[in-house]
Structures are given as structure tokens and as C-alpha cells.
């Protein structure tokens, strides 16, 4: 049940996919090169390991506590969020006006990975920072960000996304909470929020929790909400944590999984006893974040950072199951070689289905990881080269990719979790082992964010109807390009890659175009199929990155790098499995989606 | 989080799959015609909800517990298990001479996937106990079978099935249980097990454990086991439980799921205070079951029997999450249609992508079900028709279909169950919904009784090449005669199954001679695709028998069935989806195994 950082694979895919390297020769980048990476790569991977990473267990079986409005998180989760933020790693990728350190989101993303497959549940407080950062940096007054930026950067204070209500969940237009402004331009806060993550806890001095609401007299639907800081404790002159605001934690959910991060109720503005409400009547002190009416364009710069995150926290999941698996798969010996190669039986890594599961469990991560990585890069790019053209091209190309990153790296770390409980057999079921902690985790990453079927309208209409599948066939000739590079090559590995390759680029393309096609005249028929898009979309791109990697091996094992020599094997192996056990499944997907939509609409929804 | 069993469908399937008016025809059959199993499905079906259905979430918040040895059931299991056995479900389908009903398995089939829907865990308390009777049937001497058989099939004795040891699990050849002869033809047994469902509990006056144990001097592998009966109390003159045996249970697992079904821990021989081991001695007093050193044989009559079981729990929790998604998607009312036809959110069932995963739960549940009950009908008229070449070809068309049965319906209820978790959004990951409970309690039945890998190792190696093939192809025929019939109809939902099952039957069909061609010469690339090649194979007959449904509903809907013309629209759009949006997952399928056996052994264990 211990965890060993894949700092190594992270390296090679910052460097050979997110293009670590260009971003280091661009202004301002000096300090973000591969020897740059390979030292917060290795420290991140030293408090992952020895600090984070025992703490899951624990929090599995001592989960946060809910008593009297306040939540008492597991034993050593405080300590080693202090840990987390003394060492300045909440502020990575933030900017150096702020207190961060400016790197590039690729390099933290490295690091958020190992820190989720360390403890999910840990590693969603940070997250949610982040995300609260995201939203100021792009929206708040230049007031706002001085006051609250330096305190979430520096990991003193934690932040929250407020959006889900009991009537609201994928559809914001229904949100209810209400906010009325002050004489002093300050507004108050009334309404529940439910599924808040860490929207109450004791690992951090303050909360600041960004709320969507409505203010009062805008109109109905998502043009009438805005985006409202609302701290948990409002700060004093100093600006230290002072008066307690308005806002209860009426309790925290029991979940199947990621047991140990409270997911909180909250009540904004219900009157609680010792806050402000006590002198000034209820409502909860907020202060606007952005234009009014305009809260949802801010919510989507955060949702989309905690999309790509929680995307990472599908190859973090794939990643521990795959390792808890691979040990257990080493040392259980059952069953003799259906080979008759051996008279006794051998550990169970011997026999072909579980090496087929863990070859899968390690292929899905892989490709996941490298994906996750691209898109990083892509944005990282968008942020920092000076052309303009190659700013916009790199800014499409990353936002194509959210929705994969978070759609299909879900799935596939389900997908894992479940093959790593099926690998244990037997043990697998029984709590103790602890494989089962990683299912149940995992669970919940396909839902939150947004779920699979939200990615996927994400994809479908944002991403691929809007500019007329443009950035759909670009990335089809990128992927193209790739496979002359493989043809160049004589190598039965290569052409494996090469062919699974050929087979999903033209089931992408073949539903792109039923896509665009369908998309304004049927849409039901379109839809009907987005999600088997996402997938396919997901495969193709994942698929690619590792093709990409097997390239970047083969030319290494060209070189003088003997030492390297297993390792970059290991890296051609996972590609072609991934061509030949995984990509062929966009054969089905594009059939279900090309062939499908008829069939799915036939049974009205009465007759189900 | 109500249940309605789903009677309608099963007596469909029962008369159009599972041949019920034949075997209704054949001698000693009058009883087991539609109308018997009419009354029957109605009297099952109203136990299993009103009686069972409420105890499946008090069994997961307050599960079975362990202690000083007793185990304590949750409170009402005992009370519905009396209830169970009073009505005479337990004797169902066994013989009359030890007072059973001596009813069709197929009926029997059909019902048993309602006690399992309404819980999983208590189901398994009857289905342990049929798997001692099927063995003691099967094996047992006169004496045995008198004593033993009647309280059994009565339900006031239940049975267990005494396999796994700690280094022993897929692995029987390792088992080190060990038994030695006494003057009085009895034996002493003495080995600890574990994993043994129901193996201790408070519902029955006695438990009945069937325990797989080497005999002194018996050779070492699978050649060297034999089978015991080892009862917890051992009966006095009069036949009620005496004095205990020394069998002791140690402790029960704490698991993902099922946990109101006990795991126990037993120890045989090891010296039991208050047992007979005060007087006598240490070891647990059993009997021989069948001949020496061939208790693999009599195991394997009962793992069948409950492999097919574990398939019908696998139909019955794809059914019971179907239905709990269901109910959510009709009242939760979340987003405006895509296409438009509606300015307000509309209950989610509405959308697409809802529809789709609502649709894939209904298909694989009921492809699973209609493949059982074929099953099911096979096996009983293997045991009842008088005519010897129809009976082996009917044995050996059950023989193949267990695997799959237990393989393919188990891997689609999780399929399932986790598809209902998602229906739900963020209130699936949350316990109180109960979705969750599902996910949990469906991810033991792709282990438990043989993994699906065990499951596909089956039906490659002894269902496929054995024959050579012969019993897969006479599927794929008759297969193909389906086709024809789909192909007589000029409706575009017959063409489209069609072209459906023609796609998936050639994949079959050269997965099969992929198995042929390399079985002997290349084992580990013929095993490497062992469990597609059972996914493929189970997909295949689940959408055949589908296919099979849908041409009884055509004709159904040109008679003058007007009452039941939405139910037979269902069928026909629920063969349809399951045609165009599972049968294509066959293509991927087929290349894992034909394209993707050497990249699968590419890499070296040691790289991993």
C-alpha cells in the first residue's frame, strides 16, 4: 500500500509532450527547464510519499467528523497540509506577485498527480485553492486579490467552489442563492450550497468560499448570477481572520468514497449564533468577484482548472491501483503456467489475464498521464509565447482537451481501480487490502466537475460543433503526421502503433462528421452519442501521446543510453498495447454513435 | 430504493428461451407449464419485495457481526429466512423424495433472480445451501443423502461450499486441509478456511459445511482431494442437532459490499471448547462425500451450480440498480432538452445521454436474463428428455453457456451498477441514495466462485478446444438461423439487429479459430485473450436471445396482443439498442484477441 512517485515517466513526458523545453526558452521561462523540473519533481515526490500518501489509509477509516458546525478532519491531515504549505507548494504555478512561484502549469500538474495518488482526499484542499485563486486572478479587483491572493498562495487560507444547490446541480439556471447589496458596496449572502468541498474544516486560519447567487433583481436563468467571495471569517485590520461571518456548516455527507475530505452543507445567511448575524442581522458578507450577472464565465475559468484537476486525479488514482496491484500480482503465488513452462505454480504476474489487466491498468494511466501533460503544456504555451497566432492555436488546442483530460481520465481511472480490486481476487473485496478504498474513491471522479455527460456536451457543442470541427480535423493531421513518423520505421512495434492508430483517427473523423452533420438538425442524434465521442475522442488522443513516446524511446534506444535500455523498452511495449487492446475500441464507439442514435430514441421514456 | 420484480419478462423468456411448454410436454413435466409458472413468479415476486427487498439497506448499515465465535445476523434475516423456507423456496428444484418441488431449474432461475435483486445477501444463504444439496445429489451415499437432504431442501439446516484457504484460492491444488480416517468409518478433519459465505450465522438450526481436505497418504495436486461432510452440530439419534462439532469460526471479513452476508473464517479441528474436541479430542468429525481422492469432481457439480447462480446475481443487481435509476431519472428535473423543445428543465430521463446509459442497464440486463434462462432451459432438458442425443447436445450447449452466464452477466452488473451510480450524479456517491450499496455489492460477483478469468480459462479450455470447436460453432449456427429469420422482415429495427448480430457472430467465429489455431502451439497468446474472447462470446448470445425476443414480439404484435403492444414495442427497441450499441464492442473485442496476443507479452514481468 505504499506509493512510489513515477517521477521518471513524469519527466519523460514533460519533456518529450508538454514541451518543457520551448517553454523554458521563452521570456520569462529561464527557470522552468528539465533540471528545474527534475528537482520539484523529486522533492514533490519526497512529501508525497513519506508525508501524504500514509495519511490515506487513515483517512479512510477515520474520516472527517462533523460536530456542532465544525469538522474535525483526520489525525495528520493539519500537519501535513502545514507541511504542504510551508513548502510553497500551493503556490507552484501561481504568479510571484502573489507569492507563488511562477511555474509552468505543466510542472505542477506533474506534482498535483503525485500529490492525488498520494490521498485524493488530501489533495482536493489544495485543489479547491487553486481553483479560488484561478477565479480572482482572472476576475477580482486589483483590492480583491491583494487581500485574499496572498493568504490561498501561500496555504494559510483554503479556498471553496460554491455552486451546487439541492435543485442545482448540472443546471446552474436553477440556482437560487439570493445576494442584496450594502451601502458600503458589500453584499450579503443568503441561500444552501450542498457537495462543498472542504467547505469546512480545521486544516487552515480561513475559508474563502467563491458562491454563485443571484442578485437581487437580476433575471431568471444563467445571466442573472454572479460570483461572491464569501470568507468564513472576515478579516480584522490586519487583515487576519476576525469576525465570523454568516456562514454554517450544517453537516457533512457520508460518501462511498474520498472519506476522509468533507463534503459540506452550507448555509449562507442562516442567522448563525456568534457570527455577525448577532449584531447585524443575518446574511453572510460577500464581496462581488467580476462584473454582476457575469459569475458563470468566472465559475467556468475555475471549473475548467478543476476540470483538468480533477482529470489528474484519474491518472493519480490509475497510477496507485496500478502499483497496489502490480505488488500484490508479484508476490501471490497460484496457479502453474498455462504453458507448462513450470511444474509449481508461480506468482500470479505469470499468468496472461493478469497481465492483461495490469498491462491495461498500466497503458490507460500512461496514456492518461500523457495526455493530461499535452494539454498542460498547450496551456502553458497559450499563456507564455509572445505569437499571437500560435497563442490562439495553442489556447484551442487545450480547450479541446479539458473535456478529454477530465471525461476520459475518469473513466479510465474507474476503469483501473476496478481491474486493480480484480487482479487481488478475493482479497480484493476485503476492506483491509485496500484496494477497494481506491474503487471507491475513484467513484466519485466522473460526477464532480461536472460528469462524463457534461464533458462530453462540453466536447460536442463548445468544442467541436462551434468552429465547425476546425480544431477536431487539426488535431486528426497532427495525429496524422505522427503515424508518417512511424512508418519511417521498419519495426513491427512501430506498424502495430501505427495501424491502431490509422484505424481511431478515421473513426474520429468518420464521427466527427456525423457530428457536424447532426449537430443543428438532429441534435437528439448527436448527443445520443457524445459521450461515446468523448471516449473515442480520449483513446485516440491518449493512444497518440504514447505512440509519441514510443517514438521519442526508439530514438533513444538509438542512442548511447544503455542504462535506459529496459525503460525505454517498457515505453515501446505500453504504446503497442495500447494500439492493439485499446484503440480498437473506437471501432465499437464510432458504430454506436454513427449507428446508434435511431435505437436509442426509439423507446419513449414512458415505455422504459 | 423499492423493488418490483420484474415477472412479465421472466415468464416472456421462460416461454420463448427457455422452452418451458416443452419441457412441460415431456414426461413428468405436467406440473411446470406456463400457468404453474405464472402463479408461482406472482408468489416469489411478492416475498422477494415485500418480505426480503426491505431487509437490503438495514443489511448494509447494520451487517452481520462477529462474537466469541457466534456471528449475529441482521435483525429480521432470520425471521425472513424462516418465512423463506416455510414457503418451500428452498426445495424449489429438487426432488420430491426429499421434499422439494422437483420444479424446473429454469423456474427455479427465474426466481432465484428475485430473491437475489431484493438482496444480494440474503440470497446467498439459499444459494449455498442449493449448491450442498446439488453435491450431496450428485455424490452422496444413500445414508447421506437420507440424513442430510431433507432438512436441507426444508431450509432448516443451510449448507456451505468449504473451498478456499489462505494459500488456496484459484489454486485448489494447494489446499492443505487434511483428513484422517476414524474406527467408524468417519474421518477428522482438521485445516482452516476462509472466505466461506453464510459459514457461521444465527438463521438455521445447523449448518451443513461441504469441505474439500486431503486424506492422510492422498497424493499431493488436485488428484489428492477429497470432499467432507463436516456439519456444525452433529446430529443426535433423532436427527436434531446434537453435539457440537469441533468447527469454530474465527472472525468474518470486513468487505466492500454484501455485508450482511457473513465471511467467515473457520477452523477445523482446532480444538473448540464445549465442542466434541472436550472428550474426543481435536477434529472436526466428517464424512466422506463420493469417493476418495475425487472431491474435485463432486465440487465442480456444485460450483456449476453456483457459478450459474452468481450469473443470475449478476442479472438481479443490473436490475435492481436499473431500477433505482430509473425512478431518480423520471423525478429529478435538471436542464433544458438539447433540442430545444422545451423552455423549462425537464425530468432528466429526457436527455440523451441519460437515455443512453438507462438503455444499456435495461439491454445488458435483459440480454443476461434471456441468456440464463437459455441456459437454464437447456440444462433441464438435458435432464429430462428422454431422447439421448438431444440430452448431450443440451448438456453440452449448458457447459458452455455457464462460463458466460457466470462470466459475461456478472461483468454487465457491474457494468450496471456503476451506470446507476452515474444516473444519479452527485447524489449516487452519496450512501443514504443506496445506488452506491449496489456498486459495492455487485463488485464480489466477478470473483467470488471463479473469477472471470477462471470463468474464461473454462470456456476455452475445456468448452472450446476440447471439442474443437464443435459446440461453439453449432452456437454460431444456430445463431446464423436467427439471422435468417431477422432476415425475412422488411422492418428497418429487424435489418439492424441483424446486421448487428452478422457482425458480432463472424467476430466470434474468428475468434474461435484464433483459439484453435494457437490453444495448443502458443498457449499464453491464445489465454491472453481468454476474457475478451468470453466478452465477446457473451455479448453475442445475450443479443441473439434478445433477437430471439424481438421476432416473438413481431409476431405478438400482429396478433391481436393489442393490451400488450407497448410491452412487445420494448422488447423490439430494447433488441434493437442492444444490437447497434453492445453487439459493436464484438470488433474490439476480436482484434484484443487476434491483433494484440504478442503485444501483451512484450513486455517482461520484471519491467513492469
Not at 508525497?48 to 458546525?69: C, F, K, T
Not at 500537519?79 to 504555478?93: E, I, P, S, V, Y
Not at 460528469?451 to 477536431?472: M, V
Not at 501505427?498 to 452533420?517: K, W
Request: net charge negative; aromatic share 6%.
Amino acid at each position: 500500500m505504499t506509493y512510489t512517485a513515477p517521477v521518471k515517466d513524469l519527466l519523460f513526458a514533460l519533456e518529450q509532450l508538454a514541451g518543457l523545453e520551448r517553454l523554458a526558452a521563452l521570456p520569462g521561462g529561464e527557470d522552468c527547464g528539465l533540471d528545474t523540473a527534475a528537482a520539484v519533481l523529486g522533492e514533490c515526490a519526497r512529501l508525497a510519499q513519506e508525508v501524504i500518501a500514509p495519511l490515506n489509509r487513515p483517512g479512510d477509516l477515520a474520516p472527517s467528523r462533523w460536530q456542532h458546525g465544525e469538522v474535525r478532519t483526520t489525525p495528520g491531515f493539519a500537519a501535513a497540509f502545514a507541511q504542504f504549505a510551508a513548502g510553497g507548494w500551493q503556490g507552484l504555478q501561481h504568479p510571484a506577485a502573489y507569492g507563488g512561484q511562477a511555474l509552468p502549469k505543466a510542472l505542477a500538474a506533474a506534482c498535483a498527480e503525485m500529490v492525488h495518488a498520494a490521498s485524493l482526499s488530501f489533495a482536493l484542499c489544495p485543489m479547491l485553492s487553486d481553483g479560488a485563486i484561478e477565479a480572482l486572478l482572472a476576475a477580482g479587483s486589483e483590492e480583491l486579490k491583494n487581500t485574499w491572493l496572498p493568504p490561498l498562495v501561500e496555504g494559510r487560507w483554503t479556498g471553496t467552489m460554491n455552486l451546487t444547490e439541492p435543485q442545482a446541480g448540472s443546471d446552474l439556471a436553477q440556482v437560487r442563492s439570493r445576494a442584496e447589496p450594502q451601502a458600503d458596496g458589500r453584499w450579503r449572502i443568503a441561500g444552501t450550497k450542498i457537495f462543498i468541498t472542504y467547505g469546512e474544516h480545521d486544516m487552515a486560519e480561513n475559508i474563502v468560499h467563491l458562491v454563485l447567487a443571484r442578485a437581487a433583481g437580476a433575471p431568471a436563468g444563467v445571466k442573472g448570477i454572479s460570483l461572491f467571495l464569501v470568507p468564513k471569517f472576515l478579516p480584522d485590520q490586519d487583515g487576519r481572520p476576525g469576525q465570523r461571518n454568516d456562514v454554517a456548516c450544517t453537516g457533512i455527507e457520508h460518501k462511498l468514497g474520498i472519506q476522509a475530505s468533507p463534503t459540506a452543507v452550507l448555509a449562507f445567511g442562516g442567522g448563525l449564533a456568534g457570527s455577525i448575524a448577532d449584531t447585524q442581522g443575518p446574511g453572510a458578507v460577500g464581496y462581488l468577484v467580476g462584473e454582476l450577472n457575469r459569475g458563470l464565465e468566472t465559475m467556468f475559468v475555475m471549473m475548467n482548472a478543476a476540470r483538468f484537476a480533477v482529470g489528474l486525479q484519474g491518472v493519480a488514482i490509475g497510477e496507485r491501483a496500478f502499483q497496489q496491484a502490480l505488488a500484490y500480482a508479484r508476490e501471490r503465488v497460484q496457479g502453474r503456467p498455462v504453458d507448462g513452462s513450470c511444474a509449481e505454480a508461480v506468482p500470479i504476474v505469470a499468468h496472461p489475464d493478469v497481465r492483461r489487466m495490469l498491462m491495461t491498468m498500466r497503458a490507460l494511466t500512461e496514456g492518461c498521464r500523457a495526455m493530461a501533460l499535452l494539454a498542460a503544456g498547450a496551456c502553458d504555451l497559450a499563456h507564455r509565447t509572445p505569437d499571437a497566432q500560435e497563442r490562439a492555436g495553442a489556447q484551442a488546442r487545450y480547450e479541446f482537451l479539458v473535456p478529454l483530460v477530465k471525461g476520459f481520465a475518469t473513466e479510465a481511472g474507474n476503469e483501473s481501480a476496478s481491474l486493480g480490486v480484480q487482479v487481488h481476487g478475493g482479497m480484493g473485496f476485503i476492506e483491509e487490502t485496500g484496494a477497494a478504498q481506491h474503487l471507491r474513491d475513484a467513484r466519485i471522479l466522473t460526477i464532480y466537475e461536472g460528469t462524463t455527460a457534461i464533458q462530453a456536451n462540453d466536447l460536442l457543442g463548445r468544442k467541436t460543433l462551434r468552429d465547425g470541427g476546425a480544431q477536431a480535423r487539426l488535431l486528426a493531421a497532427d495525429i496524422e503526421a505522427t503515424e508518417e513518423e512511424l512508418a519511417q520505421s521498419a519495426d513491427p512495434a512501430e506498424a502495430q502503433t501505427r495501424q491502431g492508430l490509422r484505424m481511431a483517427r478515421e473513426d474520429f473523423l468518420e464521427v466527427v462528421d456525423f457530428m457536424l452533420a447532426h449537430g443543428k438538425t438532429d441534435p437528439n442524434a448527436a448527443y445520443a452519442g457524445s459521450v461515446p465521442y468523448l471516449m473515442l475522442a480520449g483513446l485516440l488522443v491518449s493512444g497518440w501521446q504514447l505512440a509519441r513516446l514510443q517514438l521519442a524511446a526508439r530514438r533513444g534506444l538509438s542512442g548511447d543510453a544503455a542504462a535506459d535500455r529496459d525503460y525505454l523498452q517498457a515505453k515501446i511495449a505500453t504504446a503497442r498495447f495500447f494500439a492493439t487492446h485499446l484503440l480498437p475500441r473506437t471501432a465499437a464507439l464510432r458504430r454506436q454513435v454513427v449507428a446508434g442514435a435511431a435505437s436509442m430514441q426509439a423507446l419513449p421514456a414512458a415505455l422504459f
